[in-house]
């Protein structure tokens, strides 16, 4: 699941150009393109942004969100038509299934090529028809060196009796399940009753036990640093930032894997420009600027000459690029239409018991 940002409403400023497309003449010139950009909040560098603009004289006005609910209410309301936008692995699926995104045109975007084959085809957009990945990441654990004894590579370390109030949690339903449902060894798309029931006990019993101090989203960074907590359930951008701004914080994702999520680029429908979401689509797969994103933003690049220019400690560092054996038993949210509301009966007892 993708992170919750702080929304923060950034809107770009444009560079003026005497041409529209790099190639024309000033003899040539067109009307200035301006592409709408719905975007997580903190998501790009601007600078990427503003480089775009110089090069193809296109104007990107970007507005945030800072949830995937969120995104989907504006999206799907029509108030405003947007030509590209930036869902998170389920949403993908549910928009596509929709049929609230355009098709995408390829031959406007040969960078497609230098995304990792294996971001692609997975079952939010199995045919790569209306999605290209944008950055990865996943959920693990944060812990503080400092409070914790022994090795934590597991989500059990959550339960474990010697953490009473020592422990942060996510507090977004299907992270929190998924973690409880890794757990116990099941899918966080079942929508098995019985197992989500189970998981949902589990969840209590945290609580219950003593361990559980609060949950929490971007409070929980500034916690950690301050050493409130020994274990933080968290994105692992964040994770791993803080890990290298902080000599006594770890971030590692458990042995029993984790939602492994993808945001993708995607044109919504009925797009005014949409051979200039493509174009722009094009250029954030190109290497400079997805190496930049990687390097800001702190998730994983898609884009497979970015990750090789990357620093050794970052592309080598298996919690961040994971291996084979994490990534298998790692998986992706997927829609789950009418079946979600089990999810959300069973958060709601959790939260209100």
Not at 28 to 39: D, G, L, S, Y
Not at 72 to 97: E, I, T
């Amino acid at each position: 699941m993708r992170k919750s940002k702080k929304i923060i409403a950034s809107i770009i400023s444009a560079v003026f150009m005497a041409t529209l497309f790099v190639g024309c003449s000033t003899e040539n010139k067109q009307e200035q393109v301006t592409i709408n950009f719905f975007n997580w909040a903190e998501n790009i560098p601007d600078e990427v942004i503003s480089d775009f603009e110089k090069e193809t004289g296109i104007k990107v006005v970007q507005d945030t969100y800072a949830n995937m609910g969120e995104m989907y209410a504006k999206l799907s309301s029509g108030a405003v038509q947007y030509d590209l936008a930036v869902p998170s692995d389920y949403k993908v699926d549910q928009l596509r299934k929709e049929d609230r995104l355009e098709k995408i045109d390829y031959s406007n975007i040969p960078n497609f090529d230098k995304i990792d084959d294996s971001f692609k085809g997975k079952s939010i957009d199995p045919k790569n028809e209306y999605s290209v990945p944008y950055m990865s990441g996943t959920i693990g654990i944060l812990y503080n060196k400092d409070l914790v004894k022994g090795k934590i590579d597991s989500w059990n370390s959550l339960w474990d009796p010697q953490y009473k109030k020592s422990v942060f949690m996510l507090d977004d339903m299907r992270d929190a399940l998924g973690v409880s449902l890794k757990r116990l060894g099941y899918s966080i798309n079942s929508t098995n009753p019985e197992e989500i029931n189970k998981a949902k006990d589990e969840l209590i019993k945290l609580d219950t036990s003593g361990n559980l101090l609060a949950y929490g989203d971007d409070d929980l960074l500034d916690k950690m640093v301050a050493g409130e907590a020994a274990l933080c359930v968290l994105w692992s951008g964040e994770g791993l930032n803080l890990a290298d701004e902080h000599e006594n914080l770890e971030f590692v994702v458990p042995k029993e894997g984790a939602d492994f999520w993808v945001d993708s680029l995607v044109i919504p429908k009925g797009a005014k420009h949409k051979k200039e979401a493509e174009m722009f689509i094009n250029y954030l797969c190109s290497k400079d600027p997805a190496l930049k994103i990687a390097e800001e933003i702190g998730y994983t690049t898609p884009q497979k000459e970015a990750k090789e220019a990357q620093e050794d400690h970052v592309k080598n560092n298996p919690n961040a690029y994971m291996p084979k054996d994490v990534v298998d038993k790692c998986e992706t949210y997927e829609y789950l239409g009418d079946k979600l509301k089990l999810y959300d009966e069973a958060f709601t007892k959790v939260k209100n018991r």
